[in-house]
């Protein structure tokens, strides 16, 4: 896969990820305005951890081109389908695309996706952050009503 991420000093620039036989990745690069390394952020590659994608989303909004140093690469929703399903998995084949890394530009679209994301973004990282969250069918009664003082006399 040939593909270029181009983008002038200073600058913040959308772009798409390429999936073979499959909707493209939606990614945004910010190019600072000094020379560093480059840090990958990704979100959303379970659908339904909503917290990364949110997070991603406010990082979107503080990250200033003109006074970074390096470039960040964000994908801010890796699974747009399964996050439209309300699902950690990728509904086109019902596989964890968490666990389909290298990927396979041959293989199933969950296969292709994570190719795709080896071959364009995480080959430029010099840092890769790929936030993950308690997912919308995780229970959370267990942390949220922890006991206090449980054992204590």
Known sequence: MDFS???????????????????????????????????VVTAGVHGCEYVGIQAVQEILQELRPQELFGRVLLVPLVNAAGFYAGTDLVPA????????????????????????????????ADFLLDLHGGGSGESMTPLVFFPVGAGKK
């Open 93 to 124: 084949d019902r596989n964890n695309l968490n666990r389909c890394f290298p990927g396979s530009a041959q293989g199933g679209v969950t296969q292709r996706m994570a190719y795709a994301l080896e071959q364009v973004l995480y080959k430029e």
């Open 5 to 39: 991420l181009n983008c002038s000093p200073g600058e913040q620039k959308h772009f798409l990820i390429p999936v073979p036989d499959a909707d493209a990745i939606e990614a945004v690069i910010v190019q600072g305005a000094f020379p560093g390394k480059t840090l």
